[in-house]
């Protein structure tokens, strides 16, 4: 029901007051709470959005720098992770900008020899390994997209950024990040049909 | 009455997208246009099971190498050296230090800047681009 998960929301969001509260508060305890809980959304953000391992690990510590910097100026006004996850993209295209990032010759995660991220452990072998071929899909699909294209997918669907947000940091119209999140949808849709 | 094309459009916006997930009330407009179109109720089945999929597809756990570096981290205060986009600074400072220059070969400058000399008045311009820079940065950071 809409009311009951209205309901589930509004205590994750006190919740996630409470824990900014602390953090901010100097409480290591809490402090560390928050970066396991959002350490793999931060991380998938930037694998997903086309960063190397080496290049995400040292762009996901400066996420969580600067949410960390700009934590008393969380309102609760949207999700904790969608916040973080905003933090997350703003970093991600000034990355994908620099002109450092330019010269560096990165390969695709489908080159033979990417090093590729471990994949998450789960409960059931049979499950294990269909939820692994589809993630492989996924993230082939997500290879074939060109940027701003699969970072705004990455943004919507895992950081849960509304449209005028991704709109906003990537300075687009919003009809293009509807645009790019029909065709990434599709794309996606086309590479996972297949397994169903 | 929307259209089959605004439809697809509404689906990313932030109402549609609550109740997609179950964690809203339909949109009278979305309501109204599923009842009369069979194919838009397709499209919106297949936009529920992406909203509900793909983030799982999408997500994996972090390294347990950037774990336990994040978790020095915040023992130290979370003192990770911050980026500085030294790139954008320079190409201010630079374009700063040029300014000078292009106006005094424009026209004549008043006699208290042109007092200064075409070295100080560079370095004042690229002083001022490089702050300005930084603060613009800064204040970016701070509305978040």
């Given at each position: 029901?809409?009311?009951?998960?209205?309901?589930?929301?509004?205590?994750?969001?006190?919740?996630?007051?409470?824990?900014?509260?602390?953090?901010?508060?100097?409480?290591?305890?809490?402090?560390?709470?928050?970066?396991?809980?959002?350490?793999?959304?931060?991380?998938?953000?930037?694998?997903?959005?086309?960063?190397?391992?080496?290049?995400?690990?040292?762009?996901?510590?400066?996420?969580?720098?600067?949410?960390?910097?700009?934590?008393?100026?969380?309102?609760?006004?949207?999700?904790?992770?969608?916040?973080?996850?905003?933090?997350?993209?703003?970093?991600?295209?000034?990355?994908?900008?620099?002109?450092?990032?330019?010269?560096?010759?990165?390969?695709?995660?489908?080159?033979?020899?990417?090093?590729l991220p471990k994949q998450p452990a789960s409960p059931s072998p049979e499950t294990d390994a269909e939820l692994s071929q589809r993630r492989q899909r996924v993230?082939?699909?997500?290879?074939?997209?060109?940027?701003?294209?699969?970072?705004?997918?990455?943004?919507?669907?895992?950081?849960?950024?509304?449209?005028?947000?991704?709109?906003?940091?990537?300075?687009?119209?919003?009809?293009?990040?509807?645009?790019h999140l029909h065709r990434g949808r599709q794309t996606l849709r086309d590479h996972l049909r297949d397994l169903c | 009455m929307l259209s089959c094309l605004d439809?697809?459009?509404?689906?990313?916006?932030?109402?549609?997208?609550?109740?997609?997930?179950?964690?809203?009330?339909?949109?009278?407009?979305?309501?109204?246009?599923?009842?009369?179109?069979?194919?838009?109720?397709?499209?919106?089945?297949?936009a529920s099971e992406d909203l509900a999929t793909l983030p799982v597809l999408l997500l994996e756990p972090a390294p347990a190498a950037l774990q336990a570096d994040?978790?020095?981290?915040?023992?130290?205060?979370?003192?990770?050296?911050?980026?500085?986009?030294?790139?954008?600074?320079?190409?201010?400072?630079?374009?700063?230090?040029?300014?000078?220059?292009?106006?005094?070969?424009?026209?004549?400058?008043?006699?208290?800047?042109?007092?200064?000399?075409?070295?100080?008045?560079?370095?004042?311009?690229?002083?001022?681009?490089?702050?300005?820079?930084?603060?613009?940065?800064?204040?970016?950071?701070?509305?978040?």
């Amino acid at each position: 029901m809409p009311g009951e998960a209205a309901g589930d929301l509004d205590s994750e969001k006190t919740r996630e007051r409470e824990l900014v509260r602390r953090c901010v508060a100097g409480d290591v305890a809490a402090q560390h709470e928050l970066v396991r809980r959002y350490s793999a959304l931060v991380w998938s953000l930037c694998i997903r959005a086309g960063l190397s391992p080496a290049e995400a690990e040292d762009v996901s510590q400066e996420i969580f720098w600067r949410a960390f910097q700009a934590l008393p100026g969380f309102r609760g006004n949207s999700r904790l992770s969608t916040w973080l996850s905003t933090v997350a993209l703003r970093r991600i295209v000034d990355h994908h900008r620099s002109p450092a990032r330019r010269d560096i010759a990165v390969g695709a995660p489908s080159d033979p020899g990417f090093p590729l991220p471990k994949q998450p452990a789960s409960p059931s072998p049979e499950t294990d390994a269909e939820l692994s071929q589809r993630r492989q899909r996924v993230r082939a699909a997500l290879d074939g997209l060109a940027e701003p294209a699969r970072s705004v997918l990455v943004a919507y669907y895992l950081g849960e950024i509304p449209v005028l947000e991704i709109a906003r940091i990537l300075r687009m119209p919003e009809g293009t990040i509807k645009t790019h999140l029909h065709r990434g949808r599709q794309t996606l849709r086309d590479h996972l049909r297949d397994l169903c | 009455m929307l259209s089959c094309l605004d439809f697809c459009d509404r689906l990313y916006d932030e109402d549609c997208r609550h109740a997609l997930a179950g964690r809203g009330p339909l949109p009278s407009d979305i309501s109204v246009h599923l009842l009369g179109c069979a194919g838009c109720r397709l499209v919106w089945a297949e936009a529920s099971e992406d909203l509900a999929t793909l983030p799982v597809l999408l997500l994996e756990p972090a390294p347990a190498a950037l774990q336990a570096d994040l978790g020095v981290a915040v023992i130290k205060g979370m003192e990770l050296p911050p980026a500085l986009d030294w790139t954008a600074g320079i190409t201010w400072a630079a374009i700063g230090a040029v300014l000078p220059a292009l106006a005094a070969v424009a026209g004549p400058l008043p006699s208290w800047l042109a007092a200064l000399g075409p070295l100080s008045l560079s370095l004042v311009g690229a002083s001022f681009a490089f702050a300005a820079n930084a603060a613009h940065e800064s204040l970016r950071e701070a509305i978040g």
